[in-house]
């Protein structure tokens, strides 16, 4: 969730929302969420929590298919 | 009661001891029909008496649409987190749980203007040239 914040604030293009999910079930339905954390990049899911590494490279991976 | 305990207080105080620039929280809440609204409004309170780097604003969600435009926010409990622009980070529902350390976080690396990635991180990330949207789902446990 961390990642996600510092990203944005690295990134003029990157937004973060953090979503508490049991707040906003229909956004869990919507997105199909069953196990958090979970990240969506646009429309690309990362699933589970990450080393920063491996987190940055996904979303960018991510970002460059959407 | 407060939702921060005595200790808790302490703790958060001495980490913001060393924000440097204006942070501003902007708490969207509504009346009815929103079972963590009245508890998000207060926590965020009880955050920005930490330091006097934060300043709150509250805005409700019905009535103050056009700042609910301006900020992109269409559910609540919704908090951004703003140093010297908007960032582009929102906390929806209540940070309590792992999201408080992510939301203290938050509020440190929007007051530096910068975060502790390695430099690898922000070479690959200073690579994006169109816009992502991050969303990450979480539960307080």
């Known amino acids: 969730m961390r990642l996600a914040t510092q990203l944005a604030v690295e990134s003029d293009q990157i937004t973060a929302d953090l979503v508490e999910i049991t707040e906003f079930p229909q956004l869990a339905q919507r997105y199909q969420v069953r196990a958090v954390p979970r990240t969506l990049v646009n429309e690309t899911s990362i699933e589970g929590a990450l080393p920063e590494s491996e987190y940055v490279k996904a979303v960018v991976a991510a970002a460059q298919k959407s | ?19 440097t620039g204006q942070v501003t929280l ?24 930490l330091s006097d780097k934060i300043r709150l604003e509250v805005y409700n969600l019905q009535i103050d649409r056009d700042k609910a435009a301006q900020f992109q926010v269409d559910k609540v409990p919704a908090t951004v987190v703003m140093g010297v622009k908007d960032y582009g980070i929102r ?29 690898e991180s922000r070479s690959l990330v200073s690579g994006i040239s169109q816009p992502v949207r991050l969303q990450v789902f979480s539960t307080p446990t």
């Open chain 2, 1 to 19: 009661m407060a939702l921060l305990s005595d200790r808790d207080q302490q703790e958060i105080r001495q980490q913001f001891a060393g924000l």
């Open chain 2, 26 to 49: 902007i708490n969207f809440t509504q009346e009815l029909g929103c079972h963590y609204c009245r508890d998000t409004e207060r926590l965020m309170k009880e955050v920005a008496e």
């Open chain 2, 91 to 119: 906390f929806y529902g209540i940070p309590m749980g792992h999201e408080f350390s992510a939301f203290l976080g938050a509020i440190q690396d929007v007051s530096r203007g910068t975060t502790d990635l390695s430099p």
